[in-house]
């Protein structure tokens, strides 16, 4: 087994504009899926991120620098057999199935000493 890291990517306007409910509402269901990760032993860890963020650092563009409306609001890291088993893990989560989120599947590299 490999570990991965999930990025969850969203529009961070539409976060900031949800009601408590619909909050909670979104925090119940990730919950649920990641409950059923780590009943099967998949889940290492994860955690949601604030909404306000600083980017640091230069970055090459092919034009003006345009803010864009997503953005990373959290991230979970998986153990799967390959890249293949972790995005299809990945494309079950709830929020995802709902067209809310696109989660971003890295596999963490694993460096030899």
Not at 49 to 56: F, G, I, M, R, W
Not at 68 to 82: F, H, K, N, P, V
Not at 106 to 111: A, F, G, P
Request: with cysteine; glycine share 6%; aromatic share 4%.
């Amino acid at each position: 087994m490999k570990k991965f890291l999930l990025l969850i990517r969203e529009d961070i306007a539409r976060l900031q504009q949800m009601s408590e409910e619909e909050i909670g509402q979104d925090i119940a269901e990730m919950t649920s899926w990641v409950e059923e990760l780590a009943q099967q032993d998949l889940f290492v860890a994860g955690e949601p991120l604030e909404n306000e963020s600083k980017l640091v650092g230069q970055v090459a563009t092919d034009g003006p620098f345009v803010e864009a409306r997503e953005g990373i609001s959290g991230y979970l890291m998986i153990m799967a057999t390959d890249l293949a088993h972790a995005a299809q893990l990945a494309s079950q989560c709830p929020h995802v199935l709902q067209q809310k989120i696109s989660i971003e599947v890295r596999q963490i590299m694993e460096i030899e000493n």
